[in-house]
């Protein structure tokens, strides 16, 4: 059995950062892809950024490229997702997710990952 869990996230005021960590304990497998995703009130889970089994490629949502940094470290089974001038649209729960073992290439479609967290708050005040 597989088990994300996410950490760091938190209040910030516009401009600020916030580091989001995702720890995958049980069948690990470093040889698939990971991804971020958010939810805000109201809306559907939308995809944030995504990375490759071994951190060589990834991908992002127009909306935080430039601002955000997704990047992996296999040898700890983490995934983490560097946030940087923060904006209050930014405002959302936020959900790290895996692939199946096996399937190495990022992907921003929801329906390719297996496995979910339960999720961080990201709270961006003015």
């Known amino acids: 059995q597989v088990q994300l869990v996410e950490s760091g996230g938190g209040l910030v005021h516009a401009g600020g950062s916030l580091r989001l960590s995702c720890a995958v304990s049980?069948?690990?497998?470093?040889?698939?892809?990971m991804g971020w995703f958010r939810q805000a009130p109201g809306k559907e889970r939308d995809f944030v950024a995504a990375?490759?089994?071994?951190?060589?490629?990834?991908v992002y949502v127009d909306s935080v490229k430039g601002r955000f940094i997704i990047s992996r470290d296999n040898t700890k089974n983490t995934v983490y997702l560097q946030m940087n001038s923060l904006k209050p649209e930014d405002t959302a729960v936020y959900y790290c997710?895996?692939?199946?073992?096996?399937?190495?290439?990022?992907?921003?479609?929801?329906?390719?990952?297996?496995?979910w967290g339960q999720g961080t708050q990201v709270t961006v005040s003015l």
């Open positions: 049980g069948r690990t497998g470093s040889f698939t892809a």
């Open positions: 997710a895996r692939r199946q073992v096996g399937f190495g290439m990022e992907s921003s479609s929801p329906n390719d990952y297996l496995y």
């Open positions: 990375i490759n089994w071994s951190g060589s490629s990834n």
